[in-house]
């Protein structure tokens, strides 16, 4: 991947955890490398492919300046999100922040930290089988792409499929959508269950209705196993209504553990 670098932007800020350095401030080096396409940039001489250098450093400038934290790793992760979030051509930052000025007691150059961070693909199961199930899934859609830390990239088709559970209840709508988020595979765990709690999501036993269900499938390529998170989603293989959608959006993503295809899951699950 290309990279557009800024190497060492000086800025002043009032960013400490001792109250001085809140009031009298002081100066702090910003580098930032962001990675993305430079191609159709470099063939087109247009601006408008690529990203302004002097609009990150206003960028930098303004988050430095205009906020006040204890921590330089706090002022790094702000940078960071502002970084990606200013251009949809933006896919990683690396963020380092020097501070050479450290109340530190002792001779040194400088102290700082130094952050990587990026835009990850997930793949979230939608489905609903209780009141107006389109309406609670469009708004789930609406609520993730909605939120600063995540892009809706593609949505599937609803299918109405029957439930798995011998429990009496409704039909269900089911879908798929393609996501880019900021969110690390346990943040997103969280907003996901915030959304589902929005849609007035009560968890009363395992496979009963629900108005909204919000699974991740996939997160990257990334083999996740806690008692908390497990991706892949470790019965999705098993699920023709979590494989028919999401075929028509990702049919060629590799399952990390089982080494095949979405679309090849799906034609061995029987109906």
């Known amino acids: 991947m290309d990279k557009i670098f800024i190497d060492r932007l000086q800025v002043f800020g009032r960013h400490g955890v001792m109250s001085e350095e809140n009031a009298l401030g002081q100066m702090f080096y910003i580098s930032a490398e962001l990675e993305l396409s430079l191609s159709e940039a470099g063939r087109t001489d247009d601006l408008e492919k690529t990203v302004n250098y002097s609009d990150c450093c206003h960028t930098i400038k303004s988050i430095c300046e205009n906020n006040t934290f204890k921590l330089i790793e706090t002022l790094a992760e702000n940078t960071a999100q ?9 896919k990683a930052v690396k963020v380092r922040i020097d501070k050479p000025s450290a109340p530190i007691g002792l001779p040194l150059e400088s102290v700082g930290v130094e952050i990587e961070r990026r835009w990850n693909t997930a793949y979230i199961a939608l489905g609903s089988n209780m009141g107006d199930k389109q309406k609670y899934i469009f708004n789930a859609v609406k609520a993730v792409d909605f939120d600063e830390k995540c892009r809706v990239k593609r949505v599937s088709d609803l299918i109405v499929t029957e439930p798995v559970s ?40 395992k496979w009963g209705p629900r108005t909204l269900d919000l699974d991740i499938i996939f997160y990257n390529n990334e083999v996740i196993q806690t008692e908390k998170l497990t991706v892949p989603h470790p019965l999705m293989q098993d699920r023709l209504f979590v494989l028919e959608p999401l075929a028509q959006i990702a049919p060629h993503k590799v399952h990390p553990v089982l080494g095949k295809t979405v679309t090849e899951l799906k034609s061995l699950v029987k109906n």
């Open 166 to 205: 011998d429990i009496p209840q409704d039909d269900y709508l089911n879908g798929c959508m393609e996501i880019e988020t900021l969110y690390d595979p346990f943040e997103l765990l969280a907003f996901l269950n915030k959304t589902e709690a929005e849609a007035d999501r009560v968890r009363k036993e």
């Open 82 to 90: 502002a970084l990606l979030t200013g251009s949809p051509l933006v």
